[in-house]
C-alpha cells in the first residue's frame, strides 16, 4: 500500500513544485498585465468619466448633423487622413472621428470628438498618449512590441494555464470536504487561513482563469493558431489589420474618397437591420474599401463588431460580408479568442466578472508569496534548532 503512495505523493511534491516557482518566477508580470487588461477593459468609461465635457451632447438623443456634415467638420480642422470613425452609442453618445498621416500603431493619431446635435466639435484628445494608452500597449506587447513581447505574452499564457490545471489538481484531494476547500473562516489559524484564501480565490475564479491563459496563448501565436485550427477547418483570407491599413504615407484629405461615406452607412444599415455600427473604417487609398463592424442588440456599446462588411468606396454597395452566420467552425473560433479574453462575449455581466478575476492573481500571488516565506522562516527555524541540538550533543559528548 504504501509502495501505491509514494509515486502519488512524489508526484504531488513535483506538481506543488512546479506550481509553487511559476507563480515566484512570473507572478508580478502576470499580475501587471492583468491590471493593465481591467483598466483597458473599461477604458472608454474612464476616458468619459474623466473628461465628461468631450463626451456631452448638447441635445442627448438628437442626431441632427448628418454623418457627411461630421466628417466636413473634422475635414476642415485637419486635413489628414480619417482612419476611423465611430458613430454615437451609449458609452460615447458623441462621433469619434480618428485622423492620422500614416497608419500602424507608432503613427500619431488624434480624435475629434463631434456633437450629433449639431456638428460642432467638443474636443480632441490623443490616444495613444496618456496612462491608459501606456496601459494599453503594455497589455498588449509588454511595451516590446519589435522584441517578441506578444510572443512572450503567449508563453505567459502558457505558463498562466498550467499554472492554473496544476492548482486544481493539487486541490483535488480536497473533494471530500468541498466547501471547506473553497471558503474560509473566521478564527482560522493564520497559516490556514492564507492557504484557505489561496485555494477558495483560485477555485472560483478557474474558469476565468483558465480563459485567460488559453486566449493569451492563441492570441500571442496567432500564426500557429490559425495553422492549427486551419488543419480541422476551412477559413477566410484574413482581412487586413485595421492599425495596419493604409501604412504608407497617406493622401491629404480632398484626395481621399469619402463620397460614398453615407452611402456604405445606408447599405450597412439595410444588410443588419437593428444592428449598430461600432466602427466604420474609410478607404484611405484609391481601390481601398469600406470596412464597417456592427452588433446586435446583445453587445451594444462595444467598440468590436460580430459582423464586418466590406463596401464598395464608389458608391457604398456591399462587396463582401462576414458574420458568424456565414463563417466557418474555425473562423468562429478565432475571432472568439478576443472576445472571451475581456469577457466581451457575455455583454456587461462578463467584463465584469472578467475585470474581478483579472484581479485574483494578485490576491493568489501575495498569499502564495506568503506562505512560501512562511514555510521558508520555518525551515530555517528548524534547522538552526537542529545545528543547535548537535553542537550541544557534541558539548556532551566530550565532556
Wanted: aromatic share 10%.
Amino acid at each position: 500500500m504504501n509502495g501505491k503512495r509514494e509515486p502519488r505523493a512524489a508526484g504531488r511534491r513535483l506538481w506543488a513544485s512546479l506550481h509553487r516557482w511559476i507563480g515566484l518566477v512570473m507572478g508580478v508580470v502576470l499580475c501587471a498585465v492583468c491590471i493593465s487588461g481591467v483598466l483597458i477593459t473599461w477604458k472608454r468609461e474612464i476616458l468619459r468619466l474623466t473628461d465628461p465635457a468631450l463626451f456631452a451632447s448638447s441635445a442627448p438623443g438628437v442626431q441632427g448633423a448628418p454623418p457627411d456634415a461630421v466628417l466636413a467638420a473634422v475635414r476642415l480642422r485637419d486635413d489628414r487622413p480619417v482612419r476611423a470613425v465611430a458613430p454615437p452609442n451609449e458609452v460615447w453618445p458623441v462621433w469619434v472621428v480618428s485622423v492620422s498621416a500614416q497608419g500602424g500603431f507608432s503613427a500619431p493619431m488624434t480624435n475629434y470628438m463631434v456633437d450629433p446635435a449639431d456638428g460642432r466639435i467638443l474636443g480632441s484628445d490623443v490616444p495613444r498618449q496618456g496612462f491608459l494608452a501606456f496601459m494599453g500597449q503594455f497589455h498588449h506587447n509588454l511595451l516590446l512590441r519589435d522584441w517578441w513581447g506578444k510572443e512572450i505574452l503567449g508563453a505567459i499564457g502558457v505558463l498562466t494555464l498550467f499554472s492554473a490545471l496544476s492548482g486544481l489538481y493539487l486541490w483535488w484531494p480536497l473533494r471530500k470536504k468541498f466547501w471547506r476547500s473553497v471558503s474560509w473562516r473566521r478564527g482560522t489559524p493564520k497559516a490556514r487561513l492564507l492557504l484557505d484564501i489561496h485555494n477558495s480565490f483560485g477555485f472560483w475564479a478557474m474558469i476565468p482563469l483558465v480563459i485567460f491563459g488559453f486566449t493569451a496563448m492563441t492570441l500571442g501565436y496567432r500564426e500557429a493558431t490559425r495553422t492549427v485550427v486551419g488543419v480541422f477547418s476551412p477559413l477566410a483570407a484574413p482581412l487586413p489589420s485595421m492599425m495596419r491599413m493604409g501604412s504608407g504615407p497617406g493622401q491629404r484629405q480632398a484626395d481621399q474618397p469619402l463620397a460614398a461615406f453615407s452611402s456604405a452607412m445606408a447599405h450597412a444599415a439595410q444588410a443588419f437591420p437593428g444592428y449598430e455600427m461600432t466602427m466604420i473604417l474609410p478607404p484611405v487609398m484609391a481601390g481601398d474599401p469600406y470596412r464597417i463592424l456592427m452588433n446586435p442588440d446583445f453587445y451594444r456599446g462595444s467598440s468590436r463588431g460580430r459582423v464586418t462588411l466590406l463596401l464598395a468606396a464608389d458608391d457604398g454597395h456591399v462587396i463582401e460580408q462576414r458574420s458568424p452566420a456565414t463563417a466557418s467552425a474555425g473562423d468562429l473560433f478565432l475571432a472568439e479568442q478576443v472576445w472571451l479574453h475581456y469577457g466581451l462575449s457575455f455583454g456587461t455581466l462578463g467584463r465584469v466578472v472578467a475585470s474581478l478575476a483579472g484581479l485574483v492573481p494578485v490576491v493568489l500571488m501575495v498569499s502564495g508569496l506568503w506562505m512560501w516565506a512562511r514555510k521558508a522562516a520555518l525551515r530555517r527555524q528548524k534547522r538552526r534548532k537542529n545545528v543547535g541540538a548537535a553542537v550541544g550533543s557534541g558539548e556532551v559528548s566530550r565532556a
